[in-house]
């Protein structure tokens, strides 16, 4: 590194850099060197590091796994195997500084809009974002809000504010996940409401992907470029899916689950499914033949298929557009959600 400001040294000493023996805090190499340090560690004591996922850590022996995944300082630890655990905790604890924690409406801008708080607007949109994570009943609104950080209006405050009140009445929600041996396929709904977006018309993409009839993960995001047609967004939406698929099938192979079924994606427009089956050039579509091949070579391999779904049984809905409060209460049931002080 460059000598520090006010580091008395001669002048012959003026062209030299100081040599770092420890990365320090605020340099750009810092998490690099850092993850590159525990990786290290992680290696010696005996776990692989995943293909998949580079913060996901495995090891097993005799017959117990036991499983760490990192995010960014904050590390989680799982297996069937206490012995295990409790030496990895040890480890680590030699090894690293660390303390162990017990388990446990559409919106627009417009030219003579109010302005609010920024400032609050943004803590507020941000807090909810990490709630999120465990929260995919509020993807759809927060990606939506998370569109006016720089220039927030009144509306757009109005509606963090209806998130808040929504949060005030469902408290205990959370995702329930239920042991379902009988069901171990991966499938995922996908949908795109094309040209949704007021400011801009561009559409967006959301996704639930299930293992064993469990929701794991989902997105809400508005699409990078403007669809020319409702087919073109429905591929964007179907490879943005079948991508995260494919990626659940290569982890949970490297946690020593082998899926010999298809992956089943869910599209409700059928002249997407249609031309994913048959490529045919259209004016219209030829532009994202990228993704239509994508879909179609896995098709050919055997390693997903498309099912027929109806649009009312479509779950991605709440991902991308703003619905009625008895079909979005329908589909957090099917989602998997409850409440745990709902009375019995």
């Given at each position: 590194?460059?000598?520090?400001?006010?580091?008395?040294?001669?002048?012959?000493?003026?062209?030299?850099?100081?040599?770092?023996?420890?990365?320090?805090?605020?340099?750009?190499?810092?998490?690099?060197?850092?993850?590159g340090?525990?990786?290290?560690?992680?290696?010696?004591?005996?776990?692989?590091?995943?293909?998949?996922?580079?913060?996901?850590?495995?090891?097993?022996?005799?017959?117990?796994?036991?499983?760490?995944?990192?995010?960014?300082?904050?590390?989680?630890?799982?297996?069937?195997?206490?012995?295990?655990?409790?030496?990895?905790?040890?480890?680590?604890?030699?090894?690293?500084?660390?303390?162990?924690?017990?388990?446990?409406?559409k919106?627009?801008?417009?030219?003579?809009?109010?302005?609010?708080?920024?400032?609050?607007?943004?803590?507020?949109?941000?807090?909810?974002?990490?709630?999120?994570?465990t929260?995919?009943?509020?993807?759809?609104?927060?990606?939506?809000?998370?569109?006016?950080?720089?220039?927030?209006?009144?509306?757009?405050?109005?509606?963090?504010?209806?998130?808040l009140?929504?949060?005030?009445?469902?408290?205990?929600?959370?995702?329930?996940?239920?042991?379902?041996?009988?069901?171990q396929?991966?499938?995922?709904?996908?949908?795109?409401?094309?040209a949704?977006?007021?400011?801009?018309?561009?559409?967006?993409?959301?996704?639930?992907?299930?293992?064993?009839?469990?929701?794991?993960?989902?997105?809400?995001?508005?699409?990078?470029?403007?669809?020319?047609?409702?087919?073109?967004?429905?591929?964007?939406?179907?490879?943005?899916g079948?991508?995260?698929?494919?990626w659940l099938?290569?982890?949970?192979?490297?946690?020593?689950?082998?899926?010999?079924?298809?992956?089943?994606?869910?599209?409700?427009?059928?002249?997407a499914?249609?031309?994913?089956?048959?490529?045919?050039?259209?004016?219209?579509?030829?532009?994202?033949?990228v993704?239509?091949?994508?879909?179609?070579?896995?098709?050919?391999?055997k390693?997903?298929?498309?099912?027929k779904?109806?649009?009312?049984d479509?779950?991605?809905?709440?991902?991308?557009?703003?619905?009625?409060?008895?079909?979005?209460?329908?589909?957090?049931d099917?989602?998997?959600?409850?409440?745990?002080?709902?009375?019995?």
């Amino acid at each position: 590194m460059d000598l520090p400001p006010g580091c008395m040294v001669s002048e012959k000493q003026c062209q030299k850099v100081c040599k770092l023996k420890k990365s320090l805090y605020g340099l750009k190499q810092s998490p690099r060197a850092r993850f590159g340090r525990f990786t290290k560690s992680m290696r010696a004591f005996g776990y692989r590091q995943s293909n998949s996922d580079h913060t996901l850590f495995l090891k097993k022996q005799h017959g117990k796994s036991t499983t760490l995944i990192v995010y960014v300082d904050d590390m989680v630890v799982t297996g069937n195997d206490p012995e295990e655990r409790k030496a990895l905790q040890n480890y680590l604890s030699r090894e690293f500084e660390m303390k162990d924690l017990e388990e446990g409406l559409k919106l627009c801008v417009e030219s003579n809009q109010v302005s609010t708080d920024k400032g609050r607007y943004q803590r507020l949109v941000g807090r909810l974002m990490y709630l999120a994570h465990t929260r995919p009943d509020l993807a759809y609104a927060l990606s939506v809000a998370s569109q006016y950080m720089h220039n927030p209006g009144e509306q757009h405050m109005n509606a963090v504010m209806r998130i808040l009140r929504y949060l005030k009445n469902a408290l205990g929600k959370g995702i329930l996940f239920a042991k379902n041996v009988d069901h171990q396929s991966i499938e995922v709904y996908t949908d795109a409401d094309w040209a949704g977006a007021v400011d801009d018309r561009r559409s967006t993409s959301g996704y639930f992907t299930f293992v064993s009839g469990n929701l794991v993960t989902w997105k809400s995001k508005k699409q990078n470029v403007v669809a020319r047609s409702s087919v073109e967004a429905e591929f964007r939406g179907m490879a943005l899916g079948l991508c995260e698929a494919l990626w659940l099938r290569l982890l949970l192979q490297d946690l020593g689950y082998l899926s010999r079924q298809p992956i089943r994606l869910f599209c409700d427009n059928k002249a997407a499914c249609d031309i994913a089956h048959n490529p045919v050039q259209h004016d219209r579509t030829k532009h994202v033949e990228v993704d239509r091949f994508f879909i179609k070579e896995k098709l050919d391999d055997k390693i997903v298929e498309l099912p027929k779904i109806r649009s009312e049984d479509q779950l991605a809905d709440i991902l991308t557009k703003a619905i009625s409060s008895q079909v979005f209460s329908k589909f957090l049931d099917k989602l998997g959600m409850c409440d745990i002080y709902a009375p019995t």
